[in-house]
């Protein structure tokens, strides 16, 4: 019995929430870089580690190229960094190839929030590219 149990909760998945304030953030600096794509990365809290908290700008985030926003090589050491948020400029929230390349090799979290960035327009991905239900705090 003990190793059945050990294994269902090896397979319970993480229960990802987000602070209503980090969304509204996400989705303000969307609006506000559009037609640009906006990047970040995401922080968890120190205490609850599976509560999306704050966004981390990376130098040179700035950029028209599709997904050259991310210069993970500038990532700073941080383990409460988890993933990525990016915007698209338009309607989509699916993940691009690119997009799931980037997922596979950098955090376990994606966000993706799309036009016309609004509470019902963003989507979360694992590192697989598979849909993730987050919970707005
Ligand atoms: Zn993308």
Not at 40 to 50: G, T
Not at 71 to 90: A, C, E, N, Q, Y
Request: glycine share 6%; proline share 5%; hydrophobic share 40%.
């Amino acid at each position: 019995m003990g190793f059945f149990k050990k294994n269902k909760k090896e397979t319970q998945q993480v229960q990802w929430k987000i602070k209503k304030r980090c969304l509204d953030l996400i989705l303000e600096s969307a609006k506000s870089t559009y037609p640009n794509e906006f990047g970040a990365l995401l922080r968890v809290d120190e205490q609850h580690k599976d509560t999306i908290v704050e966004l981390v700008l990376l130098p040179g985030t700035i950029s028209g190229d599709s997904h050259a926003i991310f210069r993970l090589h500038m990532m700073p050491v941080d383990f409460s960094i988890v993933g990525t948020i990016h915007s698209h400029p338009g309607p989509s929230a699916r993940p691009s190839d690119a997009d799931l390349m980037l997922f596979r090799k950098h955090g376990r979290i994606h966000i993706i929030a799309a036009e016309p960035f609004t509470f019902e327009s963003w989507k979360a991905y694992d590192y697989n590219g598979n849909n993730v239900d987050v919970l707005i705090v």
